[in-house]
């Protein structure tokens, strides 16, 4: 018998997973902090949970996809958490992008209540999500991390355990270091190209299967030259991502300047109101810096 699945946050990436998860033929009890979000995988035949408690005390396995380390806090050790409804034996996912010391926390405390823990960040945006492509990095007991597969593999495409509690999370960050680092880059060629004078559609065609080439600059470069800004990704969790990032650098000494200072063009976006804007708005703050726009692409 396979087994029974809570879902815990059901946004621009829970939602795709956990509908993946109905369609590989699990069991799904779905909470959600904003209740009308769990009605559409009601519909396709989830569960209704009351609280992250009642979703614990329904499933064997129970992931999380929240925001940031103080939501997985309260979802997990709150009034109503997980921890007062999991049974031992019961197995937490927290595929959230989190600070890698409060998850090794999280963990302990889960422990002590023989609740086991394994941090799962994802990779992909939330076209992997939906399509069930996602990376997920696995940072855990290498036995629970044998139990997951199973689920992980029915929302992702790459699934990897990089070590113990915690890792996920480190390589998660060391991903987001590679994701914004690529998106400066797209930015500033862009608008080198449009300095330029040349067409960017035709800048795109012959660059983009080359050395240049880059996932973020096929999926995210048409949408800058239509000017759309929906997110596959929003500013507000690149900015908290990169904070946790900046922690990190901090207490181990990485020198990260160039993660700093994309850091820092995200927070710009953020006080002038582009939070909830896909992170490819980064070229926002050059444009700002510059004085011109990159113009929409013609059709």
């Known amino acids: 018998m ?6 815990i946050g059901l946004g621009i990436m829970g939602r795709g997973m956990a509908a993946n998860l109905l369609k590989a033929g699990f069991t799904l009890t779905v909470w959600n902090r904003t209740v009308a979000r769990t009605e559409e995988l009601v519909a396709q ?5 009351a609280s992250p408690a009642d979703v614990a005390a329904r499933s064997d396995v129970i992931l999380i996809c929240v925001s940031d380390t103080p939501d997985v806090e309260a979802v997990l050790l709150g009034e109503q958490g997980v921890l007062h409804g999991a049974r031992p034996g019961a197995l937490v996912i927290d595929h959230s992008t989190i600070s890698p010391q409060a998850t090794r926390e999280f963990a302990r405390r889960l422990g002590d209540v023989g609740v086991s823990m394994l941090d799962a ?18 940072g855990g007991d290498a036995a629970q991390y044998e139990r997951a597969l199973p689920i992980l593999r029915a929302m992702g495409k790459t699934v990897t355990h990089v070590g113990g509690a915690g890792a996920g999370q480190t390589v998660k960050l060391v991903n987001q270091v590679l994701v914004v680092g690529n998106c400066l880059a797209m930015c500033e060629a862009l608008m080198f190209a449009q300095a330029g004078g040349v ?16 996932w973020m600059f096929t999926n995210r470069a048409p949408q800058i030259m239509q000017r ?27 020198p990260l300047p160039g993660t700093a200072l994309i850091f820092q063009l995200y927070r710009t976006l953020q006080t002038r109101g582009h939070g909830a804007e896909g992170n490819h708005a980064l070229i926002k703050a050059l444009e700002n810096l510059a004085g011109f726009e ?4 013609a059709g």
Not at 231 to 254: C, H, N, W, Y
């Open 294 to 297: 990159i113009e929409p692409a």
């Open 2 to 7: 396979s087994e029974r699945i809570g879902f």
């Open 228 to 254: 759309d800004w929906r997110p596959g990704f929003t500013i507000d969790l690149q900015e908290k991502d990169l904070r946790l990032v900046m922690e990190a650098a901090d207490q181990s000494g990485a």
């Open 45 to 49: 035949g989830a569960h209704a949970g």
């Open 199 to 214: 067409d960017l559609q035709k800048t795109y065609d012959a660059i983009s299967q080359g050395a240049a080439g880059s």
């Open 121 to 138: 960040p994802v990779s992909g945006g939330s076209e992997g999500a939906a399509k069930g492509t996602l990376s997920i990095m696995v």
